[in-house]
């Protein structure tokens, strides 16, 4: 088209920017990279110019999506749990599904996804308790309590858990430190194909779901208030570190 002939189209060589690349494609790029970096070098990259030169990229371009290295990494364990959960739930049988069985898939499709990045949990993990709470686990702690509040909420609905004020709150910090300890397991396990872990993960499954619905989990909610200096569970509820 001729505008006062004047061709509207900008010429190729007008000088225009590259496009970028789109924001979600990129940042996904970004957690990919962090992670191959960290697996080849042992542990994960602290410089961002050393990073953003491997990857291709500039720091600006890198900061328009993170604020810090430690920004990623906790982005990469969150985006790790969220896909976790997206993948289980997308299973045909999941809307049938108890809040136990739903807990349970979720749990063997982390040990089977940790088995394609075992090197970096064990780097991430080693001489960890679980009930340690490093800021850079920030991603994996939050996408999880929300899945184990909904958890919780399905198992009282159908009575698999039973609603006591002031004690069914902790039950999603209390799922975390069992996942926390699922993947301690996980990770010390040297059996055959991690046997081991599975048989760890449906026994202490089928008691934590007993101890929910029973009166015991009370007493030993209130012996850790009674032992515990302040409130031990804030940090599992989400409300702090």
């Known amino acids: 088209m001729l505008c006062c002939g004047v061709a509207t189209k900008r010429s190729s060589n007008s000088g225009s920017p590259a496009p970028q690349k789109p924001s979600a494609d990129f940042r996904a790029e970004i957690l990919s ?3 191959a970096q960290w697996s080849e070098e042992g542990r994960p ?3 961002v110019p050393r990073f953003c030169k491997a990857l291709g990229t500039t720091e600006a371009e890198f900061y328009r999506h993170f604020p810090s290295l430690h920004a990623v990494e906790k982005a990469f364990w969150g985006d790790w749990t969220a896909g976790t959960i997206a993948a289980v739930a ?3 049988d999941w809307d049938g599904f108890s809040a136990r069985e739903r807990y349970l898939a979720f749990l063997f499709a982390v040990v089977q996804s940790a088995a394609e990045r075992r090197s970096l949990l064990l780097e991430r993990f080693h001489g960890m308790l679980p009930v ?5 686990l920030d991603g994996l702690r939050m996408s999880f309590l929300a899945f184990a509040r909904q958890l919780v909420d399905r198992g009282v609905e159908t009575g698999e858990i039973a609603d006591r004020r002031g004690i069914t709150p902790l039950y999603p910090g209390i799922l975390y430190i069992h996942l926390r300890w699922v ?3 996980y990770l010390k396990d040297e059996s055959e194909g991690f ?3 599975d048989a760890f993960i449906e026994k202490t499954v089928a008691l934590a779901f007993d101890l929910f619905r029973s009166q015991a ?7 850790a208030r009674f032992l515990l200096p302040g409130n031990p569970w804030n940090w599992c509820s989400g409300g702090g570190k």
């Open 90 to 92: 997308q299973g045909g």
């Open 45 to 47: 990259p602290r410089s």
């Open 195 to 197: 046997e081991r872990t």
């Open 183 to 185: 993947l301690d397991h």
């Open 132 to 136: 340690s709470n490093p800021g850079e």
């Open 33 to 35: 990279a962090f992670a």
């Open 217 to 223: 989990i009370d007493s030993a909610a209130d012996l």
